[in-house]
Nanobody, 121 residues
Framework: VQLQASGGGLVQAGGSLRLSCAAS????????IGWFRQAPGKEREFVAV????????YYDDSVKGRFTISRDNAKNTVYLQMNSLKPEDTAIYYC???????????????WGQGTQVTVSS
């Protein structure tokens, strides 16, 4: 599966952005999709994950209550709605696909190219 992340940009603190992760392939619904982010000088970290049907979701504590992950399998797309953004959310955001429902980035075999999110204070 090939993934393409988009929707990043520059936003003020307290603002919102919606990221999209578009996938190729007819077996999209069989993949678990995760969002990860990497700030300058830091390790890539888990943000959110959604199961193949969209029923199961899980978030890192740092974004819980502010971010919402969802998917539209008919459009082969996963979304990350980000509200109440903070400067510490600034990072490159990546979507990734796995056959396992996990927060471990090592379990994700397919990665998109990343989209930059910058939150100004």
């Amino acid at each position: 599966v090939q993934l393409q992340a988009s929707g990043g940009g520059l936003v003020q603190a307290g603002g919102s952005l919606r990221l999209s992760c578009a996938a190729s392939g007819r077996t999209f619904s069989s993949y678990v999709i995760g969002w990860f982010r990497q700030a300058p000088g830091k390790e890539r970290e888990f943000v959110a994950v959604i199961g193949g049907s969209g029923t199961n979701t899980y978030y890192d504590d740092s974004v819980k209550g502010r971010f919402t992950i969802s998917r539209d399998n008919a459009k082969n797309t996963v979304y990350l709605q980000m509200n109440s953004l903070k400067p510490e959310d600034t990072a490159i955001y990546y979507c990734a696909a796995s056959s396992r429902y996990t927060v471990l980035k090592s379990s994700y075999a397919y990665w998109g190219q990343g989209t930059q999110v910058t939150v100004s204070s």
